[in-house]
């Protein structure tokens, strides 16, 4: 391949997502000319983490924290993209003209979304069946914000995983390119699994990008019980639900039943 493939990400700014933008820069198939992040929720895992109140809450987003350090930190040293990376607020793409038109400008092969806002408006119109979201949960059972949190919490760990998809106005409704379940060990939390599938999702949307033309993406198919979960909707009586369940050690009897 001698033409590189332009593409322009949307994400946001914890160290799972730098990672994401970082290795897609880092590939000698793409061009990387704008990564727009939103930092919201860098901001709230900050203002937890400095809350005076240690509680549930607080600790869960300190595992989160160490187990992207661990996945992510050493990948991430050396790494300079600021003269690509441009900061902006949540859901401001989806009004600002003069990031729409830096994107227009632009003329991206590809937009590649993970962990931002619903992408809407002029963009979605302009560069229709030229968006990929990256989901990380499994569509169309569970859609929506921490997709595979809500497993753990539910103990239905059978719908973890990955969707990659063609971005359209819905919550994670697009036609389905690829998806993928991750691989479990008994010791295993809702951290490590969602950062290893991390590891994994990122060498699959290389490979997706460069594929993109040849693959015909699947219609999803309507889910009786699907579920949709937005940020509200995490908790203390979900960090529960998850803490009571891993005393259970629902990942062991899980990796059981599927032997």
């Given amino acids: 391949?001698?033409?590189?493939i332009k593409i322009v990400i949307i994400?946001?700014?914890e160290k799972r997502h730098q990672f994401f933008r970082s290795k897609l820069s880092r590939s000698k198939y793409l061009d990387l000319k704008?990564?727009?992040?939103?930092?919201?929720?860098?901001?709230?895992?900050?203002?937890?983490?400095n809350s005076r109140r240690y509680n549930l809450l607080k600790k869960h987003f300190i595992k989160r924290r160490k187990s992207e350090n661990f996945f992510f930190s050493d990948y991430l040293k050396n790494?300079?993209?600021?003269?690509?990376?441009?900061?902006?607020?949540r859901s401001q793409i989806n009004h600002d003209l003069n990031?729409?038109?830096?994107?227009?400008?632009v003329n991206p092969d590809l937009i590649i979304s993970y962990g931002c806002s619903l992408i809407k408006g002029k963009i979605l119109k302009k560069f229709k069946n030229r968006m990929i979201n990256v989901h990380l949960g499994l569509s169309p059972y569970y859609k929506g914000s921490a997709t595979n949190f809500w497993p753990f919490v539910n103990n239905e760990l059978q719908f973890l995983g990955v969707t990659f998809m063609v971005t359209d106005k819905g919550i994670d409704t697009g036609k389905i390119?690829?998806?993928?379940?991750?691989?479990?060990?008994?010791k295993d939390d809702v951290h490590s699994v969602g950062n290893r599938m991390i590891l994994e999702m990122t060498n699959k949307i290389i490979k997706i990008i460069l594929n993109y033309k040849k693959i015909k993406p699947i219609k999803q198919k309507k889910f009786k019980f699907?579920?949709?979960?937005?940020?509200?909707?995490?908790?203390i009586i979900a960090l529960n639900k998850l803490k009571?369940?891993?005393?259970?050690k629902i990942v062991k009897k899980y990796l059981m039943e599927k032997k």
Avoid: G, W
């Fill in 1 to 4: 391949m001698n033409k590189k």
């Fill in 11 to 13: 994400t946001a700014n």
């Fill in 34 to 49: 704008i990564c727009f992040y939103e930092n919201d929720e860098s901001r709230q895992a900050y203002k937890i983490l």
């Fill in 79 to 89: 790494n300079n993209l600021s003269k690509k990376l441009v900061e902006i607020n």
């Fill in 99 to 105: 990031l729409y038109y830096q994107i227009k400008n």
């Fill in 177 to 186: 390119l690829h998806q993928f379940r991750p691989k479990m060990v008994v």
């Fill in 226 to 235: 699907e579920k949709i979960f937005k940020k509200k909707d995490f908790n």
């Fill in 244 to 248: 009571k369940n891993m005393k259970l």
